[in-house]
T-cell receptor, first 119, second 109 residues
């Protein structure tokens, strides 16, 4: 299994531009999560999907952020327009179960991340 | 409001000694807790977990302790090895995982 795949690995853009981050979860996983890593707040959950349906988007910072999951093997996180404060590492993760009774069922598998720099 | 807190941004330990990483949480409803390890330019990977009904879980050199009355958990690494140098995140679960800020561990040879 290739694991969770994210692209691009690095993105440098200018303020005001649209940015699209992509994720391919592990085949068979029902849950997909988008996180943002910053020094101050660590790993913040932005949004997560179950069977392609958004379940909780309370972590999405503002309307400039949007996420979609058109099918079980692909998801995008879009920022439009981007701002310098959006600079961070964005991770996608997937899991078999979102809230299972066995602790190990809830293990999330992370992709390598996309390092976003907005100038 | 940070529900899961790792108050030590960094920790430096000599090889062979014990590393203790700490994590505090505020929500008594969390069902389970996990520790993840992250190397530079890689995503976090699962390390060890513990259910809220237990107070200790051990896996080789790694042991996680849970003190529910204090809402505190800790990860012990004994003996520490240079390859353990990484960022460690604790996470608490209630359907979704809430992560702490991370602690950077450096194990010196």
């Amino acid at each position: 299994d290739a694991g969770v795949i994210q692209s691009p690995r690095h993105e440098v853009t200018e303020m005001g531009q649209e940015v699209t981050l992509r994720c391919k979860p592990i085949s068979g996983h029902d849950y997909l999560f988008w996180y943002r890593q910053t020094m101050m707040r660590g790993l913040e959950l932005l949004i997560y999907f179950n069977n392609n349906v958004p379940i909780d988007d309370s972590g999405m910072p503002e309307d400039r952020f949007s996420a979609k999951m058109p099918n079980a093997s692909f998801s995008t996180l879009k920022i439009q327009p981007s701002e310098p404060r959006d600079s961070a590492v964005y991770f996608c993760a997937s899991s078999l179960v979102g809230a299972g009774y066995d602790v190990r069922d809830n293990e999330q598998f992370f992709g390598p991340g996309t390092r976003l720099t907005v100038l | 409001d940070q529900q899961v807190k790792q108050n030590s941004p960094s920790l430096s330990v000599q090889e062979g000694r014990i590393s203790i990483l700490n994590c505090d949480y505020t929500n008594s409803m969390f069902d389970y807790f996990l520790w993840y390890k992250k190397y530079p330019a890689e995503g976090p990977t699962f390390l060890i977990s513990i259910s809220s009904i237990k107070d200790k879980n051990e896996d080789g050199r790694f042991t996680v302790f849970l003190n529910k009355s204090a809402k505190h958990l800790s990860l012990h690494i004994v003996p520490s090895q240079p390859g353990d140098s990484a960022v460690y995140f604790c996470a608490a679960g209630e359907g979704k995982l809430i992560f702490g800020q991370g602690t950077t561990l450096q194990v010196k040879p």
